[in-house]
Every structure is written in structure tokens, then in C-alpha cells.
């Protein structure tokens, strides 16, 4: 009834073709809803759509309908879409594990979808985290103290961003890195400098949205909240292919740190590769950190087992093993300590 993705409509029709489905496509369902007689809907339904009339139309006949969308929260239907506070989160952790202090979100309009996605980055980074729009955006990069990273709410926005800075004069990706969502290959792969984007499941969650509108169909009653769907990972690229930091010995040792983060090592195996005794390397990170080098290590750590966490097809022990933690039992105890939270159990929280 709007406008679908190829995606979506590869999901959707995976599942019509296991479920035998007679299945009809038509966004012009609003003209002629009071003479139609199937027996449900798949809909993405967008904020201020004239096409809402003609849910609610179905809604009292009786006719199960299912949104792929969150922008009509006020609307009451079961829905299966995107998990976007994990999306945003997942391009924070991105930029985090990267060491950039100074970042920002971008996108070029605002809806329910970009307030989550902005949420979950602004919990990587701290509430305040700076938002751009589209009519301020050469003026607030040129402002903000660089390097600066940026995630876009989409690939389109992105490959926004990646133009204005190099028109304004600025290296991508080392004076403005850019991170897109949606990891459409047409938009990321063909711009001047390729664009890293989280990879959003589309296809599973439009699979996933017929699922449920069969069991609506048998009789089943609505879940009680939204089913999300979680982010596949990340896809990068030149865009964000960086480190940042301004001082010239902690960006060497986050350089270090990022390369190994799989291997054993400590401080006096970063300090011996920058030719420093290990009690200057730490005076540094103490001065322009705040913590020693020993704590940055594991913050590392730990950001890059959330980062792949994210990853439903990473197992905790191929984790620990990517991450530099002997083994899962190790990983568990130091990840508990610091959130809480077991690996797994921080991978299925919602």
C-alpha cells in the first residue's frame, strides 16, 4: 500500500511461495478497499498517509494487517520492523571503537525511525550528542573540531555528507569519516569515496512480517509489542576507513591497539612499537584521556565484543577469540563485571 523495497518484497514473497499464497501486489488498494476481499495485508505505512483511511477500513472488516514501519505509531497494529535503536547503536560502537572524541548525527529530515536511530548512537556518546540537519550542514562542519565522525540515517544522507565535505575541502575519511545505514550497494560502492553502512535486514524482516500476518490469519492473537528485527552488521569502507585522534602517540597507540585487538599484549608492547618508555606513553594517556593505557585496552575490548555482538551469526566463542580473551569463561566474567550483563544475555536484551 506504499511504496516497497526490493528487499521487502523478496522477503515477502519467499514466504508466499512456502506458504503457497495467492499473493497480490497493489498500492492502490485505497480506491477500491470496500469491494476487496482478501484475506490479509502486508503494508508500510508512511507518517500522513492518505492510505491510513484504508487501514482502518480493513481494520473493521475484520481483515489482519501488518506493518513493516514504525511512523505511524499512532495507528495500533501489529508490526515487524527494523531494530533501529540497535542500528544506531551499532554505528556509535563503530565510530567508538575507532577513537573518535567528536561526532555527530545527520540526517535530512526527522521522523520515529530517525529519533531511534539517534538514540541508540547518542547512547554510545552521551546525550548531547550533536544533531545536523540538512540546511546546516556546511555550516556545522565547519565548525565542529575534526576529525569528526558522522553517521547519516541513510545511505542517501550519507552520500550527502561525503559531497558537502569534499566540497568544502575536507579529507574523507580522515578529517570527516561518514557511516550510512541501509548498505545499498548502488548508492555506497559509487561515490567519490565508498561509503561504510550498517547492513539492515529488510528482506528478513518483511519474511518475518508474512509470518506473523499468517498466524493473524489463523486465528492467533497480536503480539504485544513490536517484533524487531536486529542489524546484520556493518559493511565498511573507505568512508570510514580511520583512527582519530589529534595527538600523534595516542593515535599510534589506538592504531596499535585496533590491529591487534585479537592478540595477547599490553602497555609495554604498544610503547616498545613507538620507540617510548611505558611510563611516557601512559603519562600521555593520562593527559589526554584521562586514564592509563591498561584501561583503554579494555575498553576496546569490551566495545568490540558489543560491536559484535550485534552480529546474530558471531558465536560467543569465535568472539572471545576475535577479541583477544582466552576463552568464553574469561570473556564472561570480565564482560559481567563491566555491564552487568553476560555476553549473551547483552545480545538478546531489547
Known amino acids: 500500500m506504499e511504496p516497497v523495497s526490493l528487499p521487502r518484497l523478496e522477503g ?49 472488516a475484520g481483515i489482519p494487517v501488518v506493518d513493516l514501519t514504525v511512523e505511524c505509531e499512532r495507528l495500533r497494529l501489529p508490526r515487524v520492523i527494523s531494530d533501529h535503536t540497535a542500528i544506531g547503536r551499532l554505528g556509535g560502537e563503530h565510530f567508538k571503537v575507532r577513537g573518535f572524541e567528536n561526532v555527530a548525527w545527520f540526517s535530512s529530515r526527522w521522523s520515529e525511525v530517525h529519533r531511534r536511530r539517534y538514540q541508540g548512537f547518542s547512547s554510545v556518546f552521551g546525550a548531547k550528542t550533536p544533531r545536523f540537519g540538512q540546511r546546516d550542514l556546511r555550516r556545522k562542519l565547519k565548525e565542529h573540531p575534526k576529525p569528526l565522525g558522522i553517521l547519516a540515517h541513510s545511505d542517501t544522507d550519507a552520500a550527502l555528507v561525503v559531497y558537502a565535505a569534499r566540497e568544502l575541502g575536507f579529507d574523507v575519511p580522515d578529517e570527516v569519516s561518514v557511516l550510512g545505514i541501509g548498505d545499498d550497494p548502488f548508492l555506497c560502492e559509487n561515490q567519490s569515496t565508498p561509503i561504510s553502512s550498517v547492513r539492515q535486514d529488510l528482506a528478513r524482516g518483511a519474511y518475518e512480517g508474512a509470518a506473523l500476518l499468517q498466524r493473524l490469519m489463523d486465528g492467533e492473537p497480536e503480539p504485544p509489542e513490536p517484533v524487531l528485527i536486529p542489524p546484520t552488521g556493518l559493511t565498511p569502507r573507505a568512508s570510514t576507513d580511520t583512527l582519530a585522534h589529534s595527538d600523534p602517540y595516542v593515535r599510534a597507540a589506538l ?17 616498545s612499537s613507538l620507540g617510548v618508555t611505558r611510563h611516557k606513553l601512559d603519562r600521555i594517556f593520562a593527559e589526554k584521556l584521562g586514564h592509563s593505557v591498561g584501561a583503554e585496552i579494555h575498553s576496546r575490548r569490551i566495545s568490540r565484543v558489543k560491536h559484535l555482538l550485534e552480529d546474530p551469526s558471531k558465536s560467543i566463542q569465535e568472539i572471545a577469540e576475535e577479541c583477544g580473551f582466552c576463552n568464553t569463561a574469561y570473556l564472561s566474567n570480565v564482560f559481567r563485571k563491566e555491564t552487568g550483563l553476560s555476553p549473551r544475555a547483552w545480545r538478546n536484551r531489547t
Do not use: C
Open 12 to 60: 515477502i514473497a519467499q514466504f508466499a511461495r512456502e506458504h503457497r499464497w495467492n499473493l497480490m501486489f497493489d498500492d492502490r488498494l485505497a480506491v477500491g478497499v470496500s469491494d476487496w476481499r482478501g484475506d490479509g495485508v502486508i503494508v508500510t505505512l508512511r507518517k500522513n498517509s492518505p492510505r491510513i483511511a484504508a487501514v482502518r477500513k480493513l481494520l473493521r
Open 255 to 271: 592504531v596499535y591497539i585496533y590491529r591487534n585487538i585479537g592478540k595477547s599484549f599490553g602497555t609495554p608492547e604498544i610503547a
